[in-house]
T-cell receptor
Framework: NTKITQSPRYLILGRANKSLECEQHLGHNAMYWYKQSAEKPPELMFLYNLKQLIRNETVPSRFIPECPDSSKLLLHISAVDPEDSAVYFC????????????FGEGSKLTVL | AQKVTQTQTSISVMEKTTVTMDCVYE???????LFWYKQTASGEIVFLIRQDSYKKENATEGHYSLNFQKPKSSIGLIITATQIEDSAVYFC?????????????FGQGTKLSIKP
């Protein structure tokens, strides 16, 4: 799926700061960050609609999302913890309440 | 609470056969949307098929079809003429408009293995 691109694809961190980036070329209004830990389904972290944060699940404060425009999503991570090791997926959907989500390739974070 | 349950942890079938994966859901909304996703070995999550709660006809998409039994809150995925490349983890998921405000809730997944 090249219509939702994420970078970097892989990152290995100690207790450092890093940002994940996502861009969708589908013209969708809603964008999401999901976290998938090993052997688990994806879990919603944040949901944006038309650049507005409308859903913020129970996520540690070291994760800060940003939506600079309607096609881009960032996830700033500070002082990562080993429990943050997971794959972080960006997703988008045409509307916020209906329709299927389309997922990016994911960014795999490994915390040493 | 909204919930999606997939009781089959893993299934193994022979190539070219038909397989059914089960999923039951709980919701307070009268209008909701059900989806099946496939996660490949590479980690890619792919949308397969969708069923809107107000539609009585079972959705079909290529060799995927759904068995939607609304009174039982059940949405099974049927894959016909399975191929080796169908081996993956399949997630059932649900969205509703009111109670969960657009959140896509996933089941735990069913790992499908297709044997040659």
């Amino acid at each position: 799926n090249t219509k939702i691109t994420q970078s970097p694809r892989y990152l290995i961190l100690g207790r450092a700061n890093k940002s994940l980036e996502c861009e969708q070329h589908l013209g969708h209004n809603a964008m999401y960050w999901y976290k998938q830990s090993a052997e688990k389904p994806p879990e919603l972290m944040f949901l944006y609609n038309l650049k507005q944060l409308i859903r913020n699940e129970t996520v540690p404060s070291r994760f800060i999302p940003e939506c600079p425009d309607s096609s881009k999503l960032l996830l700033h991570i500070s002082a990562v913890d080993p429990e943050d090791s997971a794959v972080y997926f960006c997703a988008s959907s045409p509307q916020v309440f209906t329709g299927q989500l389309y997922f990016g390739e994911g960014s795999k974070l490994t915390v040493l | 609470a909204q919930k999606v349950t997939q009781t089959q942890t893993s299934i193994s079938v022979m190539e070219k056969t038909t397989v059914t994966m089960d999923c039951v859901y709980e919701t307070r909304d009268s209008s909701y949307f059900l989806f099946w996703y496939k996660q490949t070995a590479s980690g890619e999550i792919v949308f397969l098929i969708r069923q809107d709660s107000y539609k009585k006809e079972n959705a079909t998409e290529g060799h995927y079809s759904l068995n939607f039994q609304k009174p039982k809150s059940s949405i099974g995925l049927i894959i016909t003429a399975t191929q080796i490349e169908d081996s993956a983890v399949y997630f059932c998921a649900m969205r509703d408009m009111n109670y969960n405000q657009g959140k896509l809730i996933f089941g735990q997944g069913t790992k499908l293995s297709i044997k040659p």
